[in-house]
């Protein structure tokens, strides 16, 4: 696509829910990143793929995240019996290669936890 | 440990006048910066960059200063528009065994008055 489109844009779900959120990169490249951001907070880094492999997941801050990608494309990022910290936005962002140079954002899911 | 440091959390300017918003870095390994923008409900967006081998990059009205001694950049914004208000972030990536990864701030806002 055009862009890196992420849905939903904006999820409200229970604590102790599961919630699946989705990112769709620009097509073509190869590295796709989730960050999020809490309230107040900056733009935590949580796991990089480059293909379908994750080499570095190293910001995922419990067991209970846990990310895909299949294809080399769409990416799914699973927060499993959510509590209220994890209320952030989760951005999602691709680049062709590595993105060491920069990458592409899109526009988050706003996820709220009540 | 925050390897990327945005000391300032706000900063208001008036309307034709100079913006700088000011990084700092503590990993020696960094050798590529940027800045991005952010919009309320937007993701953030690539502004400009700067390699370590130079010490000043300009596009326009932005300039990107880096000073490697004192692991320090800054973005000059001239002059500033109403437009500009957003939130601004940089990052940071280097040559490491996670060299495809960006390191953020904690983003400072910049509110530009009329």
């Known amino acids: ?114 | 440990d925050q390897q990327v440091k945005q000391n300032s959390p706000s900063l208001s300017v008036q309307e034709g006048r100079i913006s700088i918003l000011n990084c700092d870095y503590t990993n020696s390994m960094f050798d590529y910066f940027l800045w991005y923008k952010k919009y309320p409900a937007e993701g953030p967006t690539f502004l400009i960059s700067i390699s370590s081998i130079k010490d000043k990059n300009e596009d326009g009205r932005f300039t990107v200063f880096l000073n490697k001694s004192a692991k320090h950049l800054s973005l000059h914004i001239v002059p500033s528009q109403p437009g500009d208000s957003a939130v601004y972030f940089c990052a940071a990536s280097g040559n490491t065994g996670t060299a495809s990864k960006l390191t953020f701030g904690t983003g400072t806002r910049l509110q530009v008055t009329l």
């Open chain 1, 1 to 114: 696509g055009a862009g890196v489109s992420q849905s939903p844009s904006n999820k409200v779900t229970e604590k102790g829910k599961d919630v699946e959120l989705r990112c769709d990169p620009i097509s073509g490249h190869t590295a796709l990143y989730w960050y999020r951001q809490s309230l107040g907070q900056g733009l935590e880094f949580l796991i990089y793929f480059q293909g379908n492999s994750a080499p570095d997941k190293s910001g995922l801050p419990s067991d209970r995240f846990s990310a895909e990608r299949t294809g080399g494309s769409v990416s799914t990022l699973t927060i499993q019996r959510t509590q209220q910290e994890d209320s952030a936005v989760y951005l999602c962002a691709s680049s062709l290669v590595g993105g060491r140079w920069g990458y592409t954002f899109g526009s988050g899911t706003r996820l709220t936890v009540v």
